[in-house]
C-alpha cells in the first residue's frame, strides 16, 4: 500500500506561484495513476489534476487550466503541482491521491490512497 506525503503549501498573493510536492513511499508508484485533488471551506472536495503512471498523459479542471501543471518523477516517488497566477478561490486543502489498476480518472472514489493535504491560502 503506497503512502503518501504532500509539502509546499503556505500563505501566498494573488498572481504569484507555488510548488507542491506529494512524496510516495510505494517502490510500484510507477504504476499508479496520481491525481490532485482540493477542498475549499464549506466546499466539497473536486478534481484538479491527474497524470498517468508514464507522465505522457495529463489532464485538468477547467478552473486552473492554463495555470497549473502536474508532472511526475518517477525516479523520485513524487509528483508535483506548479501552481502559477494563483487566486484566492484557489484556497484550500490540497491533496494528492493514488490510484492503481485504473486508467487516468476524475472520479475521486477511483483513488484508494491519499495523503493528509496540505493547506494553500492565497490572499487578495
Known amino acids: 500500500q503506497v503512502q503518501l506525503v504532500e509539502s509546499g503549501g503556505g500563505l501566498v498573493q494573488a498572481g504569484t506561484s507555488l510548488r507542491l510536492s506529494c512524496a510516495a513511499s510505494?517502490?510500484?508508484?510507477?504504476?499508479?495513476?496520481m491525481g490532485w485533488f482540493r477542498q475549499a471551506p464549506g466546499k466539497e472536495r473536486e478534481f484538479v489534476a491527474y497524470?498517468?503512471?508514464?507522465?505522457?498523459?495529463?489532464y485538468y479542471a477547467d478552473s486552473v487550466k492554463g495555470r497549473f501543471t502536474i508532472s511526475r518523477d518517477n525516479a523520485k516517488n513524487t509528483i508535483y503541482l506548479q501552481m502559477i497566477s494563483l487566486k484566492a478561490e484557489d484556497t484550500a486543502v490540497y491533496y494528492c491521491?493514488?490510484?492503481?489498476?485504473?486508467?487516468?480518472?476524475?472520479?475521486?472514489?477511483?483513488?484508494?490512497?491519499w495523503g493528509q493535504g496540505t493547506q494553500v491560502t492565497v490572499s487578495s
Open positions: 491521491a493514488a490510484a492503481r489498476g485504473v486508467g487516468p480518472t476524475t472520479e475521486q472514489d477511483d483513488y484508494d490512497t
Open positions: 497524470i498517468s503512471w508514464t507522465g505522457g498523459r495529463t
Open positions: 510505494s517502490v510500484t508508484f510507477n504504476s499508479y495513476t
